[in-house]
């Protein structure tokens, strides 16, 4: 089956750094996306990792382990803004709905002054 | 501004009605889906659509319905048949089935 875990909450200080992990399992992986959703408003893009590996993106780089199923998002030098839910999504291959992403429950995070 | 654009950002719905919810997108993409979220739970996918005329249900169809005549425009009619239809509604395009999906403003669906 197709299994996404990822933290209910985090808490980090503004200046700080923070990492946000993601495990899953799929039978046929094919990319996975970080989404960062303020409250009531639409996600928006953060990055996208297909090979292993980190991709760097301004405050933001993702990370990418295919053999372990595991994906972490790294924000550094904190802002208040960045108080908001951070959604890992993964694509698979196979199955019903071929090509189409299947989410996390999403990681709350919190910055503090 | 290319975008997507949903309405109404908030929509109320009486007991045996149903009602619909407009995506619309200027971007020139084919894709178009249609995503539920609630409270602690992941995105889950309704409907989506890789090119006009064409709809596959996602993992979460019952009590809904789309349609695709217009590559612009894909409209979900949240149908009388959905018990629990209270939630937050997203629409989402991408150029391709398997290219980056962005994400209108979504539509918030009470029940009266």
């Known amino acids: 089956g197709q299994n996404i875990d990822q933290p209910t909450e985090m808490t980090a200080t503004e200046g700080a750094i923070v990492q946000i992990n993601c495990t899953y399992q799929?039978?046929?992986?094919?990319?996975l996306f970080w989404y960062q959703q303020h409250a009531g408003e639409a996600p928006t893009f953060l990055s996208y990792?297909?090979?292993?590996g980190l991709e760097e993106k301004g405050r933001f780089s993702s990370f990418l382990s295919r053999s372990k199923g595991y994906s972490y998002l790294l924000l550094k030098e904190l802002q208040m803004k960045d108080s908001a839910s951070y959604l890992c999504a993964v694509r698979d291959r196979h199955g019903g709905s071929q090509g189409n992403l299947i989410f996390g429950k999403g990681t709350k995070l919190s910055v503090k002054p | 501004d290319g975008g997507i654009t949903q309405s109404p950002k908030y929509l109320f719905r009486k007991e045996g009605q149903n009602v619909t919810l407009s995506c619309e997108q200027n971007?020139?993409?084919?894709?178009m889906y249609w995503y539920r979220q609630d409270p602690g739970q992941g995105l889950r996918l309704i409907y989506y659509?890789?090119?006009?005329?064409?709809?596959q249900k996602g993992d979460i169809a019952e009590g809904y319905s789309v349609s695709r005549e217009k590559k612009e425009s894909f409209p979900l009619t949240v149908t009388s048949a959905q018990k629990n239809p209270t939630a937050f509604y997203l629409c989402?395009?991408?150029?391709?089935?398997?290219?980056?999906?962005?994400f209108g403003a979504g539509t918030r669906l009470s029940v009266l």
């Open positions: 799929t039978s046929g992986f094919n990319g």
């Open positions: 659509s890789q090119i006009v005329n064409d709809f």
């Open positions: 989402a395009s991408s150029i391709g089935g398997w290219d980056i999906q962005y």
């Open positions: 971007l020139n993409h084919d894709a």
């Open positions: 990792n297909v090979l292993d």
